[in-house]
């Protein structure tokens, strides 16, 4: 399978802030990535997929680029809604794998 | 409005057996890329089994022979039965649809899961 290796494991941040979250492909993947939400007791949010597609709905302060094997999630300025878990996922084929996730804590 | 709404989770002994339910609705489930993905307390996500709108299926390592994958059409429900159940089992199993795009699905609506705790 495919090994998502997903950084950091968690970060402190302030609203405003410019966060960036990476994610490295133990193989190349094209841009089979997706990036997701979650918050406490919720379902997964689809925010970003194809590596850089804003998923609809979805605000332009999140973005994503990449492509094979290096891939990122930045939030331009983070806001009080946006404090929460984000994972990255890669579909190059059936067996979806993941990251470990990246919490994103006030600081 | 998509949603997915799991159900049939529980406590269950070893070796017991459970089956899941994942209602539709916004959707037809025979139409879609369906799958479950599970993610036990304090771990990452794993992604358990897929059905695809031909009806092929597929299963992860961790539980192949032991869990499948279907669907009710009349129903608009996936489904998941469990058996020869383990401890390391224990998960929050959710239900995803995945959406095709460039060749490949990716998982874009996904249920809040529901908790399975297999344990003596």
């Known amino acids: 399978d495919i090994q998502m290796t997903q950084s950091p494991s968690s970060l402190s941040a302030s609203v405003g802030d410019r966060v960036t979250i990476t994610c490295r492909a133990s193989?190349?993947?094209?841009?089979?990535l997706a990036w997701f939400q979650q918050k406490p007791g919720k379902a997964p949010k689809s925010l970003i997929y194809a590596a850089s597609s804003l998923q609809s709905g979805v605000p332009s302060k999140f973005s994503g680029s990449g492509s094979g094997t290096d891939f990122t999630l930045t939030i331009s300025s983070l806001q009080p809604e946006d404090f929460a878990t984000y994972y990255c996922q890669q579909y190059d084929n059936y067996r979806w794998t993941f990251g470990q996730g990246t919490k994103v804590e006030f600081k | 409005e998509v949603h997915l709404v799991e159900s049939g989770g529980g406590l269950i002994q070893p070796g017991g057996s459970l089956r899941l339910s994942c209602a539709a609705s916004?959707?037809?489930?025979?139409?879609?890329?369906m799958s479950w993905v599970r993610q036990a307390p304090g771990k990452g996500l794993e992604w358990v089994s897929v059905i695809y709108t031909g009806g092929s299926t597929y299963y992860a390592d961790s539980v192949k022979g032991r869990f499948t994958i279907s669907r009710d059409n009349s129903k608009n429900t996936l489904y998941l039965q469990m058996n020869s159940l383990r401890a390391e089992d224990t998960a929050v199993y959710s239900c995803?649809?995945?959406?095709?795009?460039?060749?490949?699905?990716?998982?874009?609506?996904w249920g809040q899961g529901t908790l399975v705790t297999v344990s003596s």
């Open positions: 995803v649809r995945g959406y095709y795009d460039n060749s490949a699905y990716y998982p874009h609506y």
């Open positions: 916004g959707f037809t489930v025979s139409n879609s890329y």
């Open positions: 193989q190349g993947i094209s841009n089979h």
